[in-house]
């Protein structure tokens, strides 16, 4: 990982807003400082991903909360929800774009236009 960072334009890390999941952010920023020693130009951004669908749940809160002590680490807006149509997907041999789930074809379209225009 740390010599794809050092040629990367853009850094994307995945992470689920579970507590072991944050806990990897204080070594992330290590590693994403030491990147940009060598690579300053890189954008970096962390995307909330298999996050609770049940409206009750506040670890996504939580985690943009918990992710605010790392400012070089800043979350996407984008949040991808664990659903099951990310299964689906795989077993029927398709992308998500094509399975006609509107919630998670505008979770990945949103994911993309924000990561293409970040």
Same mark, same amino acid.
Request: charged share 25%; proline share 7%.
């Given at each position: 990982?740390?010599?794809?960072? &050092?040629?990367? %334009?853009? +850094?994307?890390?995945?992470? =689920?807003?579970?507590?072991?999941? +944050? %806990?990897?952010?204080?070594?992330?920023?290590?590693?994403?400082?030491?990147?940009?020693?060598?690579?300053?130009?890189?954008? @970096?951004?962390?995307?909330? &991903?298999?996050?609770?669908?049940?409206?009750? @749940?506040?670890?996504?809160?939580?985690? /943009?909360?918990?992710?605010?002590?790392?400012? %070089?680490?800043?979350?996407?807006? &984008?949040?991808?929800? %664990? =659903?099951?149509?990310? =299964?689906?997907?795989?077993?029927?041999?398709?992308? @998500?774009?094509?399975?006609?789930? +509107? /919630?998670? /074809?505008?979770?990945? &379209?949103? +994911?993309? /236009?924000?990561?293409?225009?970040?």
């Amino acid at each position: 990982m740390r010599t794809g960072i &050092t040629a990367a %334009d853009f +850094l994307l890390i995945p992470m =689920r807003c579970s507590q072991p999941d +944050l %806990d990897t952010m204080p070594k992330m920023q290590e590693i994403v400082n030491q990147g940009k020693d060598l690579n300053p130009t890189m954008t @970096v951004r962390a995307l909330l &991903t298999m996050a609770p669908t049940n409206p009750v @749940v506040t670890e996504i809160q939580e985690a /943009k909360d918990y992710g605010q002590d790392y400012p %070089d680490i800043p979350f996407l807006s &984008t949040i991808v929800f %664990d =659903r099951k149509i990310y =299964r689906d997907c795989m077993s029927n041999g398709m992308g @998500v774009l094509e399975l006609g789930n +509107l /919630k998670a /074809k505008n979770e990945i &379209t949103n +994911l993309a /236009k924000e990561i293409f225009n970040a």
